[in-house]
């Protein structure tokens, strides 16, 4: 089944404990991408990725880290959490280029409480 | 300042009768539109999408409608039943792959 994974579902941490939120997608989509959710401001983007070794900064990158060592895994790194990043956490991927590229696909999202 | 707009945080609509999700956007250079369908718990699911070389596109029950002159997209859902019960989001790219989200209607069907 074609699908896009993240793990863990639910999370409660303390300020300033590193945490990695992970991403899986079966698809080979090359584009792979970071959202935050939070009430009244829709989807905004933390950061994504083009390709293999090709991360760049959406509009909400500060505090976050990301990694593409694979095509298939995008992990979110928070360093140091703190209590404004706490959200619900989307990640997404598609193909580049054709007639679906804009088409993405979510996973099931990660609600993240930092204490 | 959010370049895709949806105005109503809401929508209510009685099953059988037409619902309509309405998304307004401030930048010309968006080329591609896209209406997303979310359930609670869940990750966001594409429904339908538009080019801005078209002014209407239908696929079932679902038929979005692109004003550009306006800068207005409209989701039209007919006839509208309980599963159409969700959060709607509107975003739009100007095909660098980058989607801007409105902030989402949820919408609720009643019996």
């Known amino acids: 089944e074609a699908q896009v994974t993240q793990n863990p579902r639910y999370l409660i941490t303390v300020t300033g404990k590193k945490l990695t939120v992970t991403c899986s997608q079966n698809?080979?989509?090359?584009?792979m991408s970071w959202y935050r959710q939070d009430p009244g401001l829709g989807l905004r983007q933390i950061y994504y990725?083009?390709?293999?070794?090709?991360?760049d900064k959406g509009d909400v990158p500060e505090g976050y880290k990301v990694s593409r060592k694979e095509k298939r895994n995008f992990p979110l790194i928070l360093e140091s959490p703190s209590p404004n990043q706490t959200s619900l956490y989307f990640c997404a991927s598609s193909f580049i280029g054709g007639r679906n590229a804009n088409e993405q696909f979510f996973g099931p999202g990660t609600r993240l409480t930092v204490l | 300042d959010q370049q895709v707009k949806q105005n109503s945080p809401s929508l209510s609509v009685q099953e059988g009768r037409i619902s309509i999700l309405n998304c307004d956007y401030t930048n010309s250079m968006f080329d591609y539109f896209l209406w997303y369908k979310k359930y609670p718990a869940e990750g966001p699911t594409f429904l339908i999408s538009?080019?801005?070389i078209k002014d209407k596109n239908e696929d079932g029950r679902f038929t979005v409608f692109l004003n550009k002159s306006a800068k207005h997209l409209s989701l039209h859902i007919v006839p509208s039943q309980p599963g159409d019960s969700a959060v709607y989001f509107c975003a739009a790219t100007d095909s660098n792959y980058q989607l801007i989200w409105g902030a989402g209607t949820k919408l609720i069907i009643k019996p």
């Open positions: 698809m080979n989509h090359e584009y």
């Open positions: 538009i080019s801005s």
């Open positions: 990725s083009m390709n293999v070794e090709v991360t």
